[in-house]
Structure formats: C-alpha cells, structure tokens
C-alpha cells in the first residue's frame, strides 16, 4: 500500500532526518557544543507533541550562539530564563521541577519569566514524563508561564524501547514528520554551516592517497588500485630481499 | 609489518571470562580490532534467518542493455511478506574513481522496499535515488543502496563467459568481488523507514539487518549483470559457474564515519556487544563429547578457518598477518582434537589453554566459533535483546556522591588519559561541506565547521574535577543548574550506568590514534565482512560482505544445509571451464 511521492508544498520527513537537520542547524549557529544535543532532543519530543520546531528553531536562530541553557532563580517560586526560548530552557526547568518536587514531596508550581515562546512549554509533557516528572503548563503566554510538576516515577524500562519516549514519538518513527518543503530545505542547506569547507589539504585527511619516496602526494586512487599496488609493492621488496 | 602478539599479551592475568566480558580488556582499540565475524553479525544474521525462514528469490526482469544501461527487480518471499529489490543500471565511467562519497558517479543504485513496487513506484525512485540527501524515498523503503563495478575483475569475468569459458578463478578469488558497495542507507535517511518503527515479526527488524539484505541482492545484481553483459557480445555466452558466484562477494570501503557511529549509538554498541559476549560464554560453558557430530563440525570449522585465513592474498599493516593466524588456528585445531581424543571438552578449555600459544585475533576467532554450538532461538534471543532505546537522559535526584563514584569506575580509562601530553589533541574530525565526508585532520590544518570528535576523556576529567566543588549529598540537579554545560556529559554518563561495553576506551584526538582499528571492529565483527584489510594510512578498511555465500538460488532451492559450513570458504580453483 505505498503511495508515490510527488513534490508539492509539504514534505515528509524522517525522525532521523530531524535530528541531522536540527542538530546541524544548532551548531551552525553558534550553539554551545554541549548544549546542542540534548536541546535537539527536546525539540524532537516538542515537535511530536505538535510543537512546530523547525520554525521555532528558525525564528530564534540569531539568538542561538548565545544559549547558556540555563535558569537563574529569582526566587523559591520564580526562575528567569534571560530572554531564551523555552526549548532551550526546557532541560534545565524539568531538571529543577523534579528537584523541587522531590524535596518537597508534593506538586510543585513554579513561574518562569523572560521567556521567549512560552506557548512551547505545553509540548514538553512527553519530554518531561520520560524523566519521571508530570508536567501541567496552568498558563503560557509571551514571556512568561506557570507551570506545576509533580514525581511521577517512571515503571523502569518500557518493554519496548519503541515507546522510550512516549506514544507520539513512536507514532512519529512510524509517520515521521510533515514541512513546508521551502523551510525544510532552507533549514537543510543553512545546517551545512556546521560542515568544514572543502580545500585541496582537507581532502588529503580521508581517502587513500599516494605518495612519492618524500611523502609528498602524487595521486589518489581507489581501493582496488592502492591495494594492488601494495601487493606489487611488497612482492618486490621480497624479491629485492632475497 | 604488523606485529602479532599471543592473545596473552594483551590478555594477561585473567579468566577466559573476565578476558570476554571485562570492558578494560574488551574495549580496547587493539583488542576491538581482533573481534572476528560471527554468527550475531548482521551478515551472517541475516542469512541464517533467510535460511532458517526460507525466503525464496525471483529475478522478476532484468533488462539491462550492452552498456550496463537498464532496470532490474528482484522480489523477495520471506515469510507472508513480500520485498522488491529495484535496480538502476548506468553506463559506468571509469574516469576519476575513488571510492570515497564524494563522488557521484555509480554503476547501479538500487531500493529495497516493502511489498510488490508498481511502475509508478519504480519511476519515482528513479528520479529520487541520484538526489541522494535532496531525495525522497517512497513510502515503504527500506534502504537505499549503490554499488561500483571492480574493474580489474568485472572485464576479466565478462570477457570470459563471452568466450565460452569460466574466469581465471584465482584471480576472481583474490579480488572477491565484481561490485562494491559504495553507500547503503536507511533508517530514515532520505526518508527511508525507521528501523525502530519496523513491526515486531518483521524480518529485517534488528539494526543493520536491511542494509546487509540489500548488499546480499547487490550481490545477484552484481553476478546477473555479467552475465548479461556477456550474452550481448555472444548470445552464446556461458553463465557463470554457480561455485564462483557463491565465491563473490560484494565489495566494501569503511573509513572514518564508522567512529561517528559508535561514538553516536553507545547503547547499541552496548546492548549488542554485550549479547555477543555473553553468548560466547555460554556456549564456550557447552560441553561438547568426543566424537559428536557437534564436535567433528567444530574442528572442520576451525580447519576451514585456518585455510581461509592462511589462503588470504592481502597484505595487512595494523592488523595480524592473515598466514600467521592461519597457523594459529592450525595450531588449535591441533590443541582441540588432542582435547576431544581425551574425552569431552569446552570452548572455555580451549580458549585457556590457547591464551600463550596463539594470536589475539585467532583466539577470537576460536571465540566466536563457539556461537555455532548454540540452538538458533539463543542467537535469536540475542540479536532482540540489541534493539534497545538509545535515549539519553539525566538523573537529577541522584547524588553527586553516586555521579562520582560511577566516573572512577566507569571511566577509569579516560580519566587516566593525559590530555595536555604532546600531541594528545594533535586531530580535529570534522565532515566536509562536500558531500559530508568524514575527515580527520591536524588542528592546524582545519578551518571553519566544527571538531565532531567525541573527546570523551576530557569531558569525564572536566566533570570530575567540577564535581569536587560538591558535598557528596548534592544532588546533580544542583550541578547541571549551576554548570547547563555539562548536561551532554551528565546524560551520557547517567543513562549508560552500569554498562561497559559502549565506548571504545580511546582518545581520539591523539595522534598515536589509529581510527582503523574501531573502523574493523564495525567491519568484521557487527556488520560481518570477511577479509578486512586496512588500505594503509590508517583510516580505511577494505573488506568483503557475503564472500562464499549460499546465493538467492541456494536458498530458493532449499539447498543451503548447514550454514556453518559455509563459513570459511574455500576458493573454488579447480572450477572447471565448459563452453
């Protein structure tokens, strides 16, 4: 039951597929290293829950190089996200929840204020449940929201690592995603950024090249060709041995 | 040359158990390298599930015209499902051949799908598969494969058979493939299916497994197109013998992504490698009785074994000499009948007594030999357990106290790498703009992108030292707040506690490195490839998938047998020529 794919102004794309792309476009903009991973996977789980990632990363995309990812704490009830969206807080704010909610053994409320798009927080149910904390968003709108968490321990692994991270994300390994071919691939080339031009040096650092006596690069060949060469290489310095 | 130290000299001091399972033993580059094909290799997997399931293979057209130009489909039974295998032939143009992806310049592209394509199917793939990333696969795609004609073997085969005669085959056998594989992709590349959302009784639901299966149908495509090509310069060309068909394999070039790969999928690399290991271990525990037939189809393996191996024509540089494991395995075959003319033995027996007579990666070949005792449900068992969720996920109720004491015992090894010795960051990896190529280069001579190592030593040193700063009743809540930039490491660190075998103790920026021995760890002992040669300069593998394999037709007749004794192959040199 497979349908052709015709080219119209929405595309399919694959989980895979984001998670080269969104990674890629995080680093392409500055992204701190260590922060891009784990905001690439919150913005998989938002994107499955609805959110539209690929427009929010776009949308935010001058801000991205300066993300510290983190929270300041205004007060036991109130943190500050200094301007940053709520995917790149998102970490950070499941992390304090579940340390609050812990410690006080109840729900916890807390408010989150400077915050750009703080409607995103309302996709973050599966991010949050995967790492034991039910996250209710009580209201979001502009820069600031309330939100109330409780523990909600996770029963171990699921039987299926399919369902790792909730329902929809295992629906979207299934159906993948929907875009606006235009921003998909707008987004794809930008993400390149993160490559390394290519230079005459910079090819000699893969591939198998072949060098004269001073080590100085003659040519490439192909497999087949180097290991042949090789061959004859060594037969004839048995022979010159012998 | 290499040098081939006994397996006791990287394997001193310890059980044959401690050697197969203990992470500072296992996950050593050098050690990494030595781990031979088995029977929970995903070529061998597959195979044995084709055999045990009995797939059967129909070559439904193949159309192809005197410059290689044409289509081809092949479809596929394996149980109540249905597989296409659609191939594109292309008049190949020798100029400039390399072997590395970032070329665009292939003999036949093909698609494995789900279910019987239409012709609508097959044309939109057509269209798609040259794009490659700016492509869309049809739904239901499995992979996308491309394959590169040999063409020191191709012309040599097909001038033959034109001529009435079989090819020299000592010469087809030491090159041991008429295609290679130059790109076999899925799970969800191109928007191919995921392999994680494959059902649970679908036949290629294991990683790798798809992709594998594909290069076994590149394979048929490769043996049918020389025949074809053969038939159009004398229609009463000859087919080639099926001995030297099963003789062929496919060919295939692994270089620096594969580090990427087990850098980025250190839960699969886990959950796999562990399930081998522990496989091996039981089945080293067997006893196996004097006389049995399980005993005789042992030693026959391993003689196979030490044949293949001393018969191997290329010239390895990091790795053991082929003839010397050959000997090797001579050597322990010799030590087992011994055993077995003294009454019942185990795996484990002869693994001990083999540690100061042989060389590491003949010890492992005599490990992994020990799998083809085990019933098939324990490998099945097995290949399931690797699916697993690779979700990386942090702890922040755990104590740092906890977080501490998991880096000095997990991660000894990399805290013990001296990061600020000369030449410890002498390489950045990075992928070039073109056509992403991993590469690997001196600091000094990369600008622009980003270094897309994984610098794990320096991240657990840097964790340790900020963890110092805590009492041990922090929670590590409390340290991924204060410090956001260390959430990377915390969740590695924190969703892999308790597992070993998920990271290659290495530094890969070191510029003693050398990349090829996780590049054959990859090769040989995951994905199955035989003969994997480093191509010299330390960061390519050569290597050939299905060599001496049952073909489609062997499994459509139901002839296969034994798959163990396919192992090892023979080179078929005395094939006779008929016209």
Request: include cysteine.
């Amino acid at each position: 039951m497979k349908g052709t794919t015709s080219v119209t102004a929405s595309m399919n794309f694959s989980v895979r597929e984001f998670r080269h792309i969104v990674g890629r476009y995080l680093h392409a903009h500055g992204c701190r290293p260590h922060l891009a991973n784990p905001l690439r996977e919150v913005l998989l789980s938002a994107q499955a829950s609805g959110f539209d990632a690929l427009t929010g990363i776009e949308s935010s995309s001058a801000a991205i190089a300066g993300f510290t990812g983190g929270l300041t704490l205004v007060d036991t009830e109130v943190l500050d996200a200094a301007g940053q969206p709520a995917y790149a807080v998102a970490p950070d704010l499941v992390d304090r929840l579940l340390v609050a909610a812990h410690a006080a053994g109840r729900p916890v409320t807390m408010t989150v204020r400077n915050l750009v798009g703080a409607e995103a927080l309302g996709h973050l149910g599966d991010y949050a449940a995967v790492r034991g904390l039910a996250l209710t968003v009580l209201d979001a709108a502009g820069s600031e929201a309330r939100v109330s968490a409780v523990l909600a321990p996770a029963a171990g692994a699921p039987a299926d690592p399919r369902d790792a991270e909730g329902a929809r994300m295992t629906a979207a390994l299934t159906a993948g995603f929907d875009a606006d071919v235009d921003q998909f691939w707008r987004l794809f080339h930008e993400s390149n950024g993160a490559l390394t031009p290519d230079s005459e040096l910079s090819r000699q650092h893969a591939g198998a090249q072949v060098r004269d006596a001073e080590g100085n690069v003659i040519g490439e060949v192909d497999e087949e060709s180097y290991l042949y060469i090789r061959s004859q290489a060594e037969q004839l310095a048995e022979v010159t041995a012998r | 040359m290499s040098t081939t130290l006994p397996a006791a000299t990287i394997l001193t001091g310890s059980t044959v158990h401690q050697n197969l399972t203990d992470p500072a033993l296992l996950m050593r580059p050098e050690r990494l390298q030595s781990l031979s094909p088995s029977r929970l290799s995903a070529a061998r997997a597959i195979l044995e599930r084709m055999v045990t399931e009995q797939w059967t293979f129909e070559r439904v057209f193949f159309e192809v015209n005197e410059r290689s130009e044409g289509d081809a489909l092949y479809r596929v039974r394996a149980g109540d499902r249905v597989f296409d295998f659609i191939a594109f032939g292309f008049e190949p143009d020798l100029t400039s051949r390399t072997g590395r992806i970032t070329e665009r310049n292939w003999d036949m592209m093909g698609a494995l799908v789900e279910g019987e394509s239409t012709d609508a199917d097959r044309a939109v793939t057509r269209e798609e598969l040259p794009k490659l990333y700016a492509g869309r696969a049809i739904a239901g795609t499995l992979t996308w494969a491309r394959s590169n004609r040999s063409f020191r073997a191709f012309e040599h085969v097909v001038a033959a058979l034109a001529d009435g005669r079989q090819p020299e085959a000592r010469f087809l056998g030491e090159i041991g493939y008429l295609m290679r594989n130059t790109g076999l992709d899925g799970n969800g590349t191109f928007n191919t299916r995921s392999f994680l959302a494959l059902e649970d009784d679908h036949p290629l639901r294991d990683p790798l497994h798809a992709q594998l299966f594909s290069a076994f149908l590149m394979r048929e495509y490769a043996t049918d197109l020389v025949e074809a090509l053969a038939r159009h310069r004398n229609p009463q060309a000859v087919a080639l013998a099926p001995e030297l068909r099963r003789m062929v394999g496919i060919g295939n070039g692994s270089a620096l992504g594969l580090l990427f790969y087990v850098n980025t999928h250190p839960h699969l690399v886990d959950a796999w490698l562990s399930e081998r290991q522990d496989a091996i271990v039981e089945a080293s525990r067997m006893t196996v009785a004097a006389g049995s037939p399980e005993a005789e189809r042992w030693c026959s393996l391993l003689e196979r074994a030490a044949a293949f191996h001393t018969a191997d024509p290329y010239v390895y540089h990091q790795f053991a000499e082929a003839q010397v494991v050959g000997a090797d395995l001579a050597r322990a075959v010799e030590l087992l009948r011994a055993r077995l003319a003294a009454g019942a033995t185990t795996g484990e027996a002869l693994l001990e007594a083999l540690l100061p007579e042989v060389s590491l990666e003949a010890w492992e070949v005599v490990a992994a030999s020990t799998l083809e005792l085990l019933p098939v449900e324990r490998v099945r068992v097995a290949l399931d357990a690797g699916i697993v969720a690779e979700s990386m996920t942090s702890d922040p109720l755990a104590s740092v106290a906890d977080l501490r004491a998991r880096l000095a015992s997990e991660y000894g090894w990399a805290l013990a790498i001296d990061m600020t010795a000369p030449g410890a960051r002498h390489y950045v990896w990075y992928k070039s703009a073109d056509a992403e190529e991993p590469r690997r280069g001196p600091a000094s001579e990369v600008a622009g992108g980003r270094n897309w190592a994984l610098d794990l030593p320096t991240d657990i040193q840097r964790l340790a030292a900020l963890l110092e700063g805590y009492a041990g009743d922090d929670l590590v809540g409390m340290v991924l707040a204060d410090h956001p930039q260390e959430r990377a490491v915390i969740e590695r660190v924190q969703s892999l506690a308790g597992r070993g075998l998920h990271s290659p103790h290495m530094n890969m920026l070191d510029e003693e490195f050398v990349p090829v021995s996780v590049v054959r760890f990859m090769n040989a002992a995951v994905h199955g490839l035989d003969r994997t040669v480093d191509e010299g300069d330390d960061r390519n593998v050569l290597g050939l998938i299905f060599l001496g394999a049952p073909t489609a037709a062997d499994l459509t007749a139901g002839t296969v047998g034994e798959l163990a004794d396919w192992r090892f192959p023979a080179a078929p040199f005395s094939a006779a020529a008929t016209v």
